[in-house]
Antibody, heavy 118, light 107 residues
Framework: EVQLVESGGGLVQPGGSLRLSCAAS????????MHWVRQAPGKGLVWVSR????????SYADSVKGRFTISRDNAKNTLYLQMNSLRAEDTAVYYC???????????WGQGTLVTVSS | EIVMTQSPATLSVSPGERATLSCRAS??????LAWYQQKPGQAPRLLIY???TRATGIPARFSGSGSGTEFTLTISSLQSEDFAVYYC?????????FGQGTKVEIK
């Protein structure tokens, strides 16, 4: 069974940093592209970033480009999101998600809440 | 950036009735469109990919259609567990933008 478990969320002050982790199991992690998707309280889904299977290629939403960095450690089956220069508008539940080989995102974690507030 | 527009924002339907949800892209995304269902407090679930292919385990009452810029998700006979928010997402171009969602509520 595919499992994605996020951790690292919490309360951080504006301008601060946080690193999210996503532990993957139940599939061959190194074979799949991975994504981060976020959802502000009461709002819709927003795609944040993706990384290819070997970590050599990444993409970001314009709203986080230059502030967030996605990475992965295939030996540890773990996905990361380093978030710097955090803003109030980054407050959201952050989901780790596995790419579907046929299109879209096939598996999601339970999410971790990031709150940016003074 | 492609803009995905879903309509209506809220759809009130009685159990057993048919629900039709629309998603429009600001430019062609071919058939590279997915639909997701999200219930309160839960992560989204993939329903449809390739505009019309049901994901593993998705009941046959869910169907998708369309290509290019106009897409439809149809739920043929709404069950109690289908009342949720539905999102479309294009994956033809980066960023892979989601629509703003359609809430299907009990009438």
């Amino acid at each position: 069974e595919v499992q994605l478990v996020e951790s690292g969320g919490g309360l951080v002050q504006p301008g601060g940093s946080l690193r999210l982790s996503c532990a993957a199991s139940g599939f061959t992690f190194s074979s799949y592209w991975m994504h981060w998707v976020r959802q502000a309280p009461g709002k819709g889904l927003v795609w944040v970033s993706r990384i290819n299977s070997d970590g050599s290629s990444t993409s970001y939403a314009d709203s986080v480009k230059g502030r967030f960095t996605i990475s992965r450690d295939n030996a540890k089956n773990t996905l990361y999101l380093q978030m710097n220069s955090l803003r109030a508008e980054d407050t959201a539940v952050y989901y780790c998600a596995r790419d579907s080989v046929w299109g879209g995102v096939s598996n999601w974690g339970q999410g971790t809440l990031v709150t940016v507030s003074s | 950036e492609i803009v995905m527009t879903q309509s209506p924002a809220t759809l009130s339907v009685s159990p057993g009735e048919r629900a039709t949800l629309s998603c429009r892209a600001s430019q062609s995304v071919s058939s590279n469109l997915a639909w997701y269902q999200q219930k309160p407090g839960q992560a989204p679930r993939l329903l449809i990919y390739g505009a019309s292919t049901r994901a593993t385990g998705i009941p046959a009452r869910f169907s998708g259609s369309g290509s290019g810029t106009e897409f439809t998700l149809t739920i043929s006979s709404l069950q109690s567990e289908d009342f949720a928010v539905y999102y479309c997402q294009q994956y033809n171009n980066w960023p892979q933008v989601f629509g703003q969602g359609t809430k299907v509520e009990i009438k």
